[in-house]
């Protein structure tokens, strides 16, 4: 079965960079719309940053400036570099697709698992 699988989170203290990194698995036909989304406990999950079925991008207000989502389509990877850590940026982050060909079917709404990002004060 196609999965996502996130990599790249930490512990950093604010003012920090890490770098995320998501890879689908498997024999990936396409894959449409990669973003990354967080949650930080007692909050919903929130989009962070995407790209859009034209190929741009979009952020969050919060993260503009701060983050860049970038994407290898030829490994159907995508990754997430963040600058400028702020406590508030706490949360589990979470690789999404729209939409994945695989094995001769489509996929739809595809998340990883999540991988933990803490930033101390």
């Known amino acids: 079965q196609v999965q996502l699988v996130e990599s790249g989170g930490g512990l950093v203290q604010a003012g920090g960079s890490l770098r995320l990194s998501c890879a689908a698995s498997?024999?990936?036909?396409?894959?449409?719309?990669m973003g990354w989304y967080r949650q930080a406990p007692g909050n919903q999950r929130e989009l962070v940053a995407a790209?859009?079925?034209?190929?741009?991008?979009n952020y969050a207000d919060s993260v503009k400036g701060r983050f860049t989502i970038s994407r290898d389509s030829a490994k159907n990877t995508v990754h997430l570099q963040m600058n400028s850590l702020k406590p508030e940026d706490t949360a589990v982050y979470y690789c999404?697709?729209?939409?994945?060909?695989?094995?001769?079917?489509?996929?739809?709404?595809?998340w990883g698992r999540g991988t933990q990002v803490t930033v101390s004060s």
């Open positions: 790209f859009t079925g034209g190929g741009s991008t």
């Open positions: 498997g024999s990936i036909g396409s894959i449409n719309g």
């Open positions: 999404n697709a729209e939409r994945i060909y695989y094995r001769g079917g489509y996929y739809y709404g595809v």
